[in-house]
């Protein structure tokens, strides 16, 4: 078997490379049918063959260095030179894949093609000669599906091979005045690397590329006769060095294809052109968006996430449940029976002739019910068939009782003193419960989220919003970050890397944890269920105002000294639409899901110990030690948020519960959720009846959106520093993302105040002038002319 042989992945982005990495190495890569979404190399062993190495490298279309990507792609294939180079074409669209295949070959090391698609070729019944393709590339080629697993195995077992074997040899000659400065450049310059490698670095050479040169360290007086048999050959063919290499490729491979691809139609349009025409047309494209994305949260949050949410935080993660239901509708007809039975016999023993009912959800009190004889006759039956407590659902079908329950049962079976059953059931089983409540919730979004990635559709949406965006000075790349972000910010923070403009990178970065991460879900839905009664609206509009906190600072960003210039022109590619495999849906969503399960299990569950500790520990009269629910205003914690809370006062929600849930939020943002439901849930109220007792809608909005745009958590913070990679633009950029998120919340609440009637003057007037700030810079500020910028674009 073969000895540590190391195979690398190249392609462009979309072509299978981590479909096909995944069926090699058996792992569980992201996949997703749009361009952005492996931007780091990764590794694995390819499957039964022990010492076989498999990186997948991010997308590229060329090895030039314009993007970060094609920088990390570039360096470890010529720095760290794998043996093979498995280069997987899109055979739908050779054009623009072979394009990378020309200058792969040069870097003398062994290439082999990984013809992939080729279902999607047959289905179509295009023609591709393999033969006489592989014979004018000069390296063999292997017609594989990655999707269906189709000759994988056999494309990276020739690949071992090649990697005994000798390099591939480029079969593409450049015009005399390019082949005469190469092999001058060959002589002159890179005679002392070794012979395979010297035709890439002359070529590399010959475009004037900086990163080569500023590497070669060449001699001055070489460069200069260099350079003049450069100018020559750019004086005979008329154009500039770049362009020649260029241009003689597309050349090449246009004469390599004319011998050897056959489209079965060409002309008609495609299916996928057919439905492009209306989900990217100019005017229905940001409807039909607009229209899915609330589609998609309705599904999650109502139609299928509310019942399923209800389920787990009131079933499993509550009393209990009827498995199946079994037994749920003759409990529930016992319960209308008995009624309101206790708050009668409560009223009569009371001497009372009237009685109220309150609300389980809203609180609300009835008017007063007159108690007639029959009704005092029709109650005391009642107790005496049900009992006291009334019928148990227990005694109904099958009775699952809940965690909290089961737990309860177990710790009082034990003996545990009362500050460790405090712990377990008020802290970890009450916080980690209230988040893993939302797991069936956030698989139902993910799901449909990795169906409209992996079929294609969200490429279209950075598309149709590029043409936005282009008016605010944005690049539409900058919403594949934000795209990625929606599962999470670290991700998506990564994804910025796309972008060639070093500004918009950077402004990408700041603004691209705006957008609500799979981890803001559950406390999004917490408000709008506590606060909002469960309106739908709640959640899309969370996702519109990330959009627009997007587009706003880019816009007042744009209009400052640091980030002034035009944005490089969107060049990213539509893939053919498809239907994505259930297998790679259900991974997707099973990836996301996971690991916000494993934040459950590990970071949420330290931080409600803590938060429990802190919260239900301090000092009273009687010195330091635990509290009873009535002292809780005295604990740690208390102290701690009320130390802060007037920070937030201005937005509303001034209570040091919501100040302290915040504070915990930059742990981990579904901590917000696990917090409140510690803070909130103690009494005999529960969490949801205390929330929406303790803030107004307009202060939960506020909270909402300050918690929404406010730093993210530390794991996305972590990765700004990274990719920021400079400590000042890092602090900008928290400062930032702060700054803004306090005043939009401000703002919000302070003119929201206007419609409950507790105007305050001066927070009124303050939210007026930050209010006028923000429109003269979106509006009547001009744009600063940025000293010039150079853009370079693939072509
Ligand atoms: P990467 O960007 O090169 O890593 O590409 P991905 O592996 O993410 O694949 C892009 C899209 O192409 C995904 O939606 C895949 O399901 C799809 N895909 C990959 N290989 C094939 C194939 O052989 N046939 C078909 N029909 N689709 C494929
Ligand atoms: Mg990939």
Known sequence: ???????????????????????????????????????????????????VIVTDLPGIYSLSPYTLEEVVARNYLVGERPD???????????????????????????????????????????????????????????????LKGTNVMEAAEEAIKAAAQTKTVPQHVFPGPVEHAIAHIEEAVVHNLPEEQQR?????????????????????????????????????????????????????????LKSSYKKANAGSLSKSDKIDRVVTNRWLGLPIFAVIMFAVYWIAMIGVGAPATDWANDGLFGDGY??????????????????????????????????????????????????????????????????????????????????????????????????????????????????????????????????????????????????IFRKFGLSGKSFIPMLVGVGCGVPGIMASRTIENER????????????????????????????????????????????????????????????AGNPAPFVMELPAYHMPTLGNVLRS??????????????????????????????????????????????????????????????????????????????????????????LYGSGDVTAYQALAQAFTTVAGFSFLVFNLLCAPCFAAIGAIKREMNNTKWFWFAIGYQCGFAYLVAFIINQFGKLFTGNVNIIGFALSVVALVGIIYMLFIKKYTEADKLTVNVGK
């Open 84 to 146: 093979a180079i498995l280069n997987i074409v899109d055979a739908t669209n050779l054009e623009r894949n072979l394009y990378l295949t020309t200058q792969l070959v040069e870097l003398g090391i062994p290439v082999v093609i990984a013809l992939n698609m080729m279902d999607l070729v047959k289905k179509a019944g295009d023609k591709i000669n393999v033969a006489e393709l592989s014979r004018q590339l000069g390296c063999k080629i292997i017609e594989i599906s990655a």
């Open 589 to 678: 969503m099973w990836e996301r899901g996971w690991s916000f399960i494993k934040k459950a299990g590990t970071i949420i569950l330290l931080s409600t110990i803590v938060v429990w500790f802190t919260s239900f520990f301090g000092w009273t009269e009687e010195g330091f030690g635990m509290l009873s629910e009535e002292q809780l205003d005295s604990s740690i914690l208390a102290k701690i948020g009320s130390c802060i809370a007037w920070i937030f006062a201005p937005l509303g929600w001034g209570n040091w519960q919501a100040a302290v849930a915040s504070i915990t939020g930059l742990v981990a943002k579904e901590n917000i959720v696990g917090t409140m439901g510690i």
């Open 322 to 467: 009827h498995l199946l239901g079994i037994g749920s509708a003759a409990y529930e007809e016992a319960a209308e029976e008995y009624g309101d039975t206790p708050a009668i016999l409560e009223a009569l023993e009371a001497g009372e002739k009237s009685y109220v009912t309150v609300d389980d959800e809203t609180l609300e009190t009835s008017d007063p019910i007159e108690i007639t004889d029959e009704m005092a006759e029709e109650a005391k039956a009642m107790a005496e068939k049900y009992g006291e407590e009334g019928p148990d659902p227990a005694n109904y079908g099958v009775w699952v009782p809940g965690v909290p329950a089961v737990i309860g049962g177990l710790l009082e079976k034990l003996g545990t003193s009362e500050w460790l059953s405090g712990l377990i059931l008020d802290g970890i089983v009450a916080g980690v419960g209230a988040v893993l409540g939302f797991v069936p919730q956030m698989l139902v979004l993910f799901l449909m989220l990795a169906f409209l990635e992996a079929c294609g559709y969200m490429a279209r949406i950075a598309f149709v919003l590029d043409r």
């Open 200 to 256: 890439w670095y002359a070529i590399k050479v010959f475009e004037r590329d900086d990163k080569v040169l500023e590497m070669l360290k060449i001699e001055a007086n070489t460069l200069e006769h260099v350079e003049t048999d450069i100018k020559a050959a750019e004086k005979e063919l008329d154009d500039d060095a770049e362009s020649i290499i260029t241009n003689e490729r597309y050349i090449y491979i246009a004469q390599i």
């Open 1 to 51: 078997m073969a000895e540590n042989i190391r195979i690398a992945l190249a392609g462009n982005p979309n072509a299978g490379k981590t479909t096909l990495f995944n069926a090699l190495t058996g792992s569980n890569q992201f996949v997703g049918n749009w361009p952005g979404v492996t931007v780091e190399k990764k590794e694995g062993k390819l499957k039964k063959h022990d010492g």
């Open 504 to 563: 918009d990178r950077r402004m990408t970065i700041m603004t691209t944890t705006f957008i609500p991460c799979g981890a803001k879900v559950p406390f999004i839905a917490m408000i709008a269920g506590a606060i909002f009664g469960g309106a739908a609206w709640v959640a899309t509009s969370a996702y519109f105002i990330g959009m627009a906190a997007i587009i706003i600072s880019g816009v007042m960003l744009k209009k400052t000294k640091m980030f």
